[in-house]
C-alpha cells in the first residue's frame, strides 16, 4: 500500500467521523429542541430554526456595516460616527462631491454672510499651540489593512481671545475662566473604565481651554490625570461627598474643592436620557470604585430620582448657596426642560429669590446615558432644539439671562450643530458620546452590561486592555481642536469674529414646504401655539 492509498483511507475516516459528530449533535439537538417548552419555532422547525435566533442576534451588526443607508443608523448614523472618527484619526474634516444631507426635510439652517469675514480677521487666541498626534493614510486597498503613517502635528489651539473669555460665577471667590467653548459632559468612571476616563482627561489636557465633568459618579484619580479642568457633578446618591449612611458631608466637599483642578460643582436634577437617578449594574462596582463612590462593592447601585436635601426651587437655591459658600467656586445645575411651565418657573423663582445657579446645563431628550429604561429615554423631557429656546427665552422674560450661563447638551457632535445650539442662547457645550467615539466606542450598544467590546464602557480589567491611552488621547485632542477650529469657520461665513457672537438672526428654519422663518420668529410662533 502507497502513501496516497494511506492518506485516502485516514482522510475518509476523518470525513466519516466528523459527519458522525454532525449526525450525533444534529439529532441531539433535534430532541432538545422538540422538547423544550419555551421557543415554538424550535418545537416546530428543530435545529434549523436555530438560524433564525442567530441571525436576531447578530442583526444589528448586519444592519450597521451592511444594510442600514449612510445616514439611517441610530443612535448615530454610520456617516456622523465616521465624522467623529476621522476628525479625531486624522485631524481633519473634509469631505468630497457634496452633502449627504435631506435638503427636502424640514430642518435648522446657519444663515451665511454675503461678505464673510477673512481668516486674518477672526479675533482668537493666536499664540496658542498643541502638539498631538495623528494619522496620514496612505493606501486603502480593497484586500489588506489600511497602510498609514501616524505622525507629530502643531497647529493652533483655536481658543477664543481673552478678551472674549467666558466666566462662570464672576462674583463668586474662585470664577471658572472658559476659553473654549466645547466641554465633555457627565461620564463617571464606574459607567466608563479607567483606561476610558484616563485617555479623555490626558486627551483634553492635551487640548487646553477645555473641561471634563466627573458624572454623578465622584471625583476619581483618572479624571485627575490629565490636569485638565474639572466641573465635578453631585448627584442625588451624593457619590464622593456622602458619609457611610449616604447623608451631604461637608467635610468631603471642601476637600474636593480644595482640589485645584476642581472649578465647579454641578448639582444633576436630571438628564435628557434618564430623568431619574442613576444606576449602575453590581459587576461595575469594583472595590475601587464603591471606594470613590462610598458604598458596598459588588452591588448595584441605584441613586434617588431627587435630592432628599430640597425639594423645591427656593430650597435647592438654599442648597445652591451652601456649597458656593463653603467652595468658593462657581455651582450650577443640570437640567431637563418637560415645557414652558419647568423654563418660566426656574427663572421666576430666580428673580423672586435674587439666587440661583451660576450656569445651568440644560440636557435635551436626545442625550445618552450608560443605562436606562426606553419609557424614559424615548418619551420623557424635550429634545435641546426646543428645551433649548425655552430656557433662554424664560431666562431673558424675567431678566435674570445675565447671572446665569448656558450649557447645552445633546447629540452636538458636528461644529454647525454646536453653532446652531449657541446661536440659540447656549454659551458652551457639553459632548458625551462624541468623545466615547474618539477612544474606540463602536456603538456596539452595551454599555450597560459591562460587556463593551472595546473597553470603553466596562471596568472589565481584561476588556480595558484593549483601549491604549496613549494612542486614544490624541483622538480625543485631535476631536475637540477640530471642533473648535469648525466653530470659527462658521463664524467667519457668518460675517462675525468669533463664534461667541453667535446670535438667533444667524440661523433661520425652513419648513417641509419650504418657507423660510428667521429663529425668532419660529419660535415666536410656536409660543403662540
Excluded at 7 to 31: E, N, T
Excluded at 46 to 57: D, Q
Excluded at 74 to 81: I, N, T, V
Amino acid at each position: 500500500m502507497n502513501l496516497a492509498d494511506v492518506l485516502i483511507i485516514v482522510g475518509s475516516v476523518i470525513i466519516c467521523f466528523i459527519f458522525l459528530v454532525l449526525i450525533v449533535i444534529g439529532l441531539y439537538l433535534y430532541f432538545i429542541d422538540r422538547s423544550q417548552k419555551q421557543h415554538p419555532v424550535l418545537r416546530n422547525y428543530p435545529v434549523i430554526g436555530r438560524a433564525r435566533y442567530l441571525f436576531e442576534t447578530i442583526g444589528p451588526e448586519l444592519r450597521q456595516y451592511l444594510f442600514d443607508h449612510d445616514t439611517e443608523g441610530k443612535p448615530f448614523s454610520r456617516f456622523e460616527y465616521q465624522t467623529i472618527v476621522k476628525s479625531a484619526k486624522y485631524k481633519r474634516d473634509v469631505i468630497g462631491y457634496g452633502s449627504l444631507r435631506d435638503f427636502e426635510k424640514p430642518g435648522f439652517y446657519i444663515r451665511n454672510s454675503m461678505f464673510p469675514k477673512l481668516t486674518e480677521e477672526l479675533k482668537m487666541d493666536q499664540e496658542t499651540r498643541v502638539k498631538t498626534k495623528r494619522y496620514i493614510l496612505l493606501n486603502e486597498p480593497l484586500f489588506g489593512q489600511r497602510k498609514e503613517k501616524w505622525e507629530d502635528h502643531e497647529s493652533k489651539a483655536f481658543l477664543l481671545h481673552d478678551d472674549d473669555a467666558i466666566v462662570i460665577g464672576e462674583h463668586t471667590k474662585h470664577p471658572f475662566i472658559v476659553k473654549g467653548q466645547i466641554g465633555m459632559s457627565g461620564m463617571s468612571y464606574g459607567a466608563l473604565g479607567k483606561n476610558a476616563i484616563t485617555a479623555l482627561s490626558e486627551g483634553l489636557g492635551i487640548a487646553k481651554g477645555t473641561w471634563m465633568n466627573t458624572g454623578e459618579g465622584g471625583l476619581s484619580d483618572y479624571h485627575l490625570k490629565g490636569n485638565v479642568d474639572i466641573i465635578m457633578q453631585i448627584g442625588p446618591g451624593l457619590f464622593g461627598v456622602r458619609d457611610r449612611e449616604g447623608n451631604f458631608n461637608w467635610d468631603a466637599l471642601v476637600e474636593k474643592s480644595q482640589i485645584p483642578q476642581v472649578k465647579a460643582f454641578e448639582i444633576k436634577l436630571a438628564q435628557g436620557a434618564k430623568t431619574r437617578g442613576g444606576h449602575i449594574d453590581a459587576e461595575k462596582v469594583t472595590e475601587e470604585i464603591a471606594r470613590i463612590r462610598m458604598v458596598e462593592p459588588y452591588t448595584s447601585i441605584d441613586s434617588p430620582n431627587r435630592f432628599k436635601e430640597f425639594n423645591d426651587f427656593h430650597t435647592l437655591f438654599d442648597f445652591i448657596e451652601q456649597i458656593r459658600e463653603k467652595s468658593g467656586k462657581p455651582v450650577g445645575m443640570k437640567v431637563v426642560i418637560g415645557s414652558p411651565h419647568e423654563a418660566e418657573a426656574l427663572a421666576k423663582a430666580m428673580k423672586e429669590s435674587g439666587k440661583g445657579p451660576d450656569f445651568i446645563t440644560v440636557d435635551g431628550g436626545e442625550g445618552g446615558t450608560g443605562a436606562t429604561y426606553q419609557e424614559l429615554a424615548d418619551s420623557v423631557g424635550l429634545p435641546l432644539k426646543a428645551a433649548l429656546p425655552l430656557l433662554q427665552n424664560a431666562l431673558v422674560k424675567h431678566g435674570v439671562r445675565e447671572r446665569v450661563k448656558i450649557i447645552a447638551s445633546g447629540k452636538l457632535f458636528s461644529a454647525d450643530r454646536i453653532a446652531i445650539a449657541l446661536a440659540m442662547g447656549a454659551d458652551l457645550v457639553n459632548i458625551a458620546r462624541g468623545f466615547m467615539i474618539t477612544v474606540g466606542c463602536i456603538q456596539a450598544l452595551k454599555c450597560h452590561s459591562n460587556a463593551c467590546p472595546v473597553g470603553v464602557a466596562t471596568t472589565d480589567p481584561d476588556l480595558q486592555k484593549a483601549l491604549v491611552i496613549d494612542e486614544k488621547k490624541y483622538r480625543t485632542a485631535n476631536y475637540v481642536i477640530t471642533l473648535r477650529e469648525g466653530l470659527f469657520r462658521i463664524a467667519a461665513a457668518c460675517g462675525i469674529d468669533s463664534p461667541v457672537h453667535f446670535k438667533p438672526e444667524h440661523v433661520v428654519y425652513k419648513d417641509e414646504k419650504g418657507r423660510v422663518f428667521p429663529l425668532e420668529e419660529y419660535y415666536q410662533t410656536l409660543l403662540e401655539k
